[in-house]
């Protein structure tokens, strides 16, 4: 029997870690690499789905959707409000939800669970759920305003001037559990005995909250920001689910633009490029966050 | 009788608006699934149906809707997506909890990169792949898709779990000659339930929910998961929502029933380690 000097590295750990490194690695690298490629050429979809990639033309994909597109500053602009709005509407929602659920009562572990409802449902069901809520004919909400006395008249909240805001009250409806759900986390983290001292020393609820609970709270902030920046921005569901990004482009974010890029124009190589401008955006933003909160 | 606090009072409000808040619109389309299509459409809302009926429900598994169907389709790439997940990050989480592996911290960002990935930067790369293979239009492409979503968040979850686990229980199977994939077989993964509880769980609900993948890789009637035939619907035929309602409602309940009990006894669980800290 051969012996050796220095024992061979077992393949085992290769074994268990392995696979699942190699589904994901291929499933996401190889495909996003090429997607970069792709954007680089002119390829469009054909009824073949073999012949995939088009001749090569450079940066003239990028060229075209920053200075010739019409739409393009529309979207980055509404993305940017997209993004914004969410995380500020949930943030604060999702403040108060964490605040009531971290009050101690009978029913605190239900609540909390019921509370994660919008985050858990299919987002199908969510954008039936408030259209219908909020449809101009028989929807209960714009019934419920009538009576009192609110809105005369149906409003169109899909329509030019409120899309924006609805789309995003409902994503944020959905993202809120999310938001309340780091914040409890966060909550619990504080010492209990630090409010006890400022009361014994007099300070309001008030002061304890902006003394005590919001500098605990910062990295929380941050973590909030970050992730529902992430989570936020390149999410197609709802607002295809409610307006498609329409009317027009009144609420066209980036990921719907690139699905009406790629299936409606036929233009693979159009979406390709706008998929790779979200990724450098959220990239850059990740860097930056992690630089400047040294996350 | 106790003065109510002003604390006490704002807690119960925010209890109530928290309830109404996550729960109305389910709640809503719950009942609304259970009414005529003339009360529906009434002039007053009701908030319990004044007549309750079962049409709708008939409608959706009869009628030319065979939503049974779609059901069948999505459960079969939640079984998929669950097997392959269970068993892909039960493997990498122990071998990244127990083994010394040169850059382990760069393969766990790695998989934590893949898990915030937005979806709708992958889209055109997965079609890409998709295509490539020729399997669009096929369930395999959604149970070979998702896995890339569950498979990081799994192998965290179970990571952490196994790492809390005592080495003295898995060194003393060692010493008697048990290999390591017998002891995750026979001593970790027996004790692990609820921590298998929440992977199953997790990749039940997400592959039962998502719809952009499944909305852009299937093109058949026939192949269409539950979320992409309820989209379908609203956009094809006039809009009947007693219908749609009844299919959203069915879309919801399994997540509600597998996710709730879990949930809370989490939430359970937290109160209880926050109780022991404080």
Same mark, same amino acid.
């Given at each position: 029997?051969?012996?050796?000097?220095?024992?061979?590295?077992?393949?085992?750990?290769?074994?268990?870690?392995?696979?699942?490194?190699?589904?994901?690695?291929?499933?996401?690298?190889?495909?996003? !690499?090429?997607?970069?490629?792709?954007?680089?050429?002119?390829?469009?979809? !054909?009824?073949?789905?073999?012949?995939?990639?088009?001749?090569?033309? &450079?940066?003239?994909?990028?060229?075209?959707?920053?200075?010739?597109?019409?739409?393009?500053?529309?979207?980055?602009?509404?993305?940017?409000?997209?993004?914004?709005?969410?995380?500020?509407?949930?943030?604060?929602?999702?403040?108060?939800?964490?605040?009531?659920?971290?009050?101690?009562?009978?029913?605190?572990?239900?609540?909390?669970?019921?509370?994660?409802?919008?985050?858990?449902?299919?987002?199908?069901?969510? !954008?039936?759920?408030?259209?219908?809520?909020?449809?101009?004919?028989?929807?209960?909400?714009?019934?419920?305003?009538?009576?009192?006395?609110?809105?005369?008249?149906?409003?169109?909240?899909?329509?030019?001037?409120?899309?924006?805001? %609805?789309?995003?009250?409902?994503?944020?409806? =959905?993202?809120? @559990?999310?938001?309340?759900?780091?914040?409890?986390?966060?909550?619990?983290?504080?010492?209990?005995?630090?409010?006890?001292?400022?009361?014994?020393?007099?300070?309001?609820?008030?002061? =304890?909250? =902006?003394?005590?609970?919001?500098?605990?709270?910062?990295?929380?902030?941050?973590?909030?920001?970050?992730?529902?920046?992430?989570?936020?921005?390149?999410?197609?569901?709802?607002?295809?689910?409610?307006?498609?990004?329409? @009317?027009?482009?009144?609420?066209?974010?980036?990921?719907?633009?690139?699905?009406?890029?790629?299936?409606?124009?036929?233009?693979?190589?159009?979406?390709?490029?706008?998929?790779?401008?979200?990724? $450098?955006?959220?990239?850059?933003?990740?860097?930056?966050?992690?630089?400047?909160?040294?996350? | 009788?106790?003065?109510?606090?002003?604390?006490?009072?704002?807690?119960?409000?925010?209890?109530?608006?928290?309830?109404?808040?996550?729960?109305?619109?389910?709640?809503?389309?719950?009942?609304?699934?259970?009414?005529?299509?003339?009360?529906?459409?009434?002039?007053? @809302? %009701?908030?319990?149906?004044?007549?309750? %009926?079962?049409?709708?429900?008939?409608?959706?598994? &009869?009628?030319?809707?065979?939503?049974?169907?779609?059901?069948?389709?999505?459960?079969?790439?939640?079984?998929?997506?669950?097997?392959?997940?269970?068993?892909?990050?039960?493997?990498?989480?122990?071998?990244?909890?127990?083994?010394?592996? =040169?850059?382990?911290?760069?393969?766990?960002?790695?998989?934590?990169?893949?898990?915030?990935? #937005? #979806?709708?930067?992958?889209?055109?790369?997965?079609?890409?792949?998709?295509?490539?293979?020729?399997?669009?239009?096929?369930?395999?492409?959604?149970?070979?898709?998702?896995?890339?979503? $569950?498979?990081?968040?799994?192998?965290?979850?179970?990571?952490?779990?196994?790492?809390?686990?005592?080495?003295?229980?898995?060194?003393?199977?060692?010493?008697?000659?048990?290999?390591?994939?017998?002891?995750?077989?026979?001593?970790?993964?027996?004790?692990?339930? #609820?921590?298998?509880?929440?992977?199953?769980?997790?990749?039940?609900?997400?592959?039962?929910?998502?719809?952009?993948?499944?909305? $852009?890789?299937?093109?058949?009637?026939?192949?269409? $998961?539950?979320?992409?035939?309820?989209?379908?619907?609203?956009?094809?035929?006039?809009?009947?929502?007693?219908?749609?309602?009844?299919?959203?409602?069915?879309?919801?309940?399994?997540?509600?029933?597998?996710?709730? #009990?879990?949930?809370?006894?989490?939430?359970?669980?937290?109160?209880?380690?926050?109780?022991?800290?404080?």
């Amino acid at each position: 029997m051969k012996t050796k000097r220095r024992p061979r590295p077992s393949l085992l750990p290769l074994f268990f870690v392995g696979p699942a490194i190699a589904w994901v690695a291929c499933l996401m690298f190889f495909p996003l !690499t090429w997607t970069v490629w792709v954007s680089f050429t002119k390829t469009v979809m !054909t009824e073949k789905s073999t012949e995939l990639v088009g001749p090569f033309i &450079g940066l003239s994909n990028y060229y075209e959707l920053i200075f010739n597109d019409p739409n393009f500053p529309i979207i980055l602009w509404n993305s940017l409000t997209w993004t914004l709005g969410n995380i500020a509407l949930s943030g604060a929602i999702g403040l108060a939800i964490a605040l009531i659920l971290n009050e101690k009562f009978r029913g605190q572990s239900m609540m909390r669970a019921l509370m994660l409802t919008p985050w858990v449902i299919p987002s199908v069901a969510t !954008t039936i759920s408030w259209r219908f809520m909020l449809n101009s004919e028989v929807g209960v909400i714009q019934k419920i305003m009538l009576a009192l006395g609110l809105a005369p008249e149906p409003m169109a909240f899909f329509g030019h001037d409120y899309g924006m805001f %609805t789309v995003i009250f409902l994503n944020a409806w =959905r993202f809120t @559990p999310f938001v309340a759900l780091s914040y409890i986390s966060g909550l619990e983290s504080i010492p209990k005995d630090l409010y006890e001292a400022a009361e014994v020393d007099g300070a309001s609820s008030f002061q =304890r909250f =902006r003394s005590i609970t919001l500098p605990y709270l910062k990295p929380t902030f941050a973590v909030i920001g970050l992730i529902g920046v992430l989570l936020t921005y390149g999410y197609f569901d709802v607002v295809w689910l409610t307006t498609k990004g329409g @009317p027009g482009t009144a609420t066209m974010i980036p990921p719907v633009y690139v699905w009406l890029s790629a299936f409606y124009e036929f233009s693979l190589s159009k979406a390709a490029s706008i998929s790779v401008i979200m990724a $450098t955006i959220l990239l850059a933003f990740t860097f930056l966050c992690r630089k400047f909160l040294f996350k | 009788m106790k003065k109510l606090s002003t604390r006490r009072l704002l807690t119960i409000i925010g209890i109530v608006f928290i309830a109404i808040y996550s729960l109305f619109p389910v709640y809503w389309i719950g009942i609304t699934s259970f009414k005529p299509a003339r009360e529906i459409a009434g002039f007053t @809302p %009701t908030f319990i149906p004044m007549q309750a %009926t079962l049409t709708h429900y008939v409608n959706l598994f &009869g009628g030319e809707y065979y939503f049974q169907q779609y059901i069948v389709n999505s459960i079969i790439v939640a079984v998929g997506v669950v097997l392959i997940t269970l068993i892909f990050s039960t493997l990498a989480g122990y071998g990244l909890a127990r083994f010394k592996l =040169r850059g382990k911290n760069r393969l766990s960002d790695l998989l934590l990169f893949a898990y915030v990935t #937005p #979806p709708g930067v992958l889209l055109v790369p997965f079609f890409l792949m998709i295509s490539w293979l020729n399997i669009l239009n096929t369930l395999g492409s959604l149970i070979l898709v998702y896995p890339a979503f $569950t498979i990081p968040f799994a192998t965290w979850l179970l990571r952490s779990h196994f790492e809390q686990f005592p080495p003295e229980l898995e060194e003393a199977a060692m010493v008697d000659g048990v290999g390591r994939l017998g002891i995750l077989r026979r001593i970790v993964l027996p004790l692990s339930g #609820p921590c298998l509880a929440v992977v199953v769980a997790y990749s039940l609900i997400s592959s039962w929910t998502e719809y952009m993948f499944a909305f $852009t890789f299937m093109r058949s009637e026939t192949l269409k $998961t539950v979320p992409v035939a309820l989209a379908h619907s609203i956009t094809v035929y006039h809009v009947d929502w007693g219908l749609l309602t009844a299919g959203a409602f069915i879309a919801v309940i399994p997540v509600l029933i597998i996710f709730l #009990p879990m949930a809370r006894q989490m939430m359970k669980g937290w109160e209880i380690g926050a109780a022991l800290k404080g």
